[in-house]
């Protein structure tokens, strides 16, 4: 039996005609869920769910998605420089709502990265072996019932 295009499903997903043979067919790619999957690692989402938005396992996203999945990382960057390239050449061709969007958005965009900058906390920094059992060792008594003897200035040991 000839494999033939039924039209689309709820989710634009094709539908097919069983074919003869067993098991699925071979998953095709296609540009539509190219653009869904990079839209879902745009969003944060992570292979599984990309790979269930498109309605495939996590290895046949892999395979035939491994160009999307590598930008996997730099997606929303990407997607939000596409955003404002768009929004640029709309308001440079005259449109004043696409210019005060693109100020918003850039703004936006600001307080964003200004608040990350203001949450980072320098790391202390690492210490050795002989440092970290030191430490240890200092505190070793906290909560052991000798809390009252130990750690008191001129406290000696019987």
Same mark, same amino acid.
């Given at each position: 039996?000839?494999?033939?295009? /039924? =039209? ?27 653009? !869904? ?7 944060? /989402? ?6 269930? +938005?498109? =309605? ?6 892999? !395979?035939?998605?491994?160009? $999307? ?10 997607? $939000? ?5 768009? *929004? ?12 005060? $969007?693109?100020?918003?958005? *850039? ?5 964003? $990265?200004?608040?990350? +900058?203001?949450?980072?906390?320098? !790391?202390?920094?690492? /210490?050795? !072996? ?6 240890? +060792? ?12 130990? =750690? ?7």
């Amino acid at each position: 039996m000839v494999d033939e295009n /039924l =039209g689309t499903d709820l989710f634009g997903d094709p539908i097919h005609m069983p074919q003869e043979g067993r098991g699925r067919p071979e998953h095709a790619w296609t540009r539509e869920n190219s653009n !869904k999957v990079l839209l879902a690692f745009a969003r944060g /989402l992570g292979p599984k769910d990309a790979a269930t +938005a498109i =309605g495939v396992s996590v290895p046949t996203l892999r !395979k035939h998605y491994f160009a $999307e999945v590598a930008k996997r990382r730099e997606a929303r960057l990407r997607m $939000e420089m596409t955003q404002l390239a768009r *929004l640029n050449a709309q308001a440079e061709a005259g449109n004043v709502a696409a210019e005060k $969007e693109l100020l918003k958005q *850039l703004e936006k965009m600001h307080m964003r $990265e200004a608040g990350r +900058a203001m949450t980072k906390t320098p !790391k202390a920094p690492k /210490l050795g !072996k002989k440092e970290e059992r030191h430490a240890a +060792a200092a505190e070793a008594h906290r909560g052991s019932g000798w809390d009252d003897l130990v =750690g008191k200035p001129g406290a000696r040991p019987h």
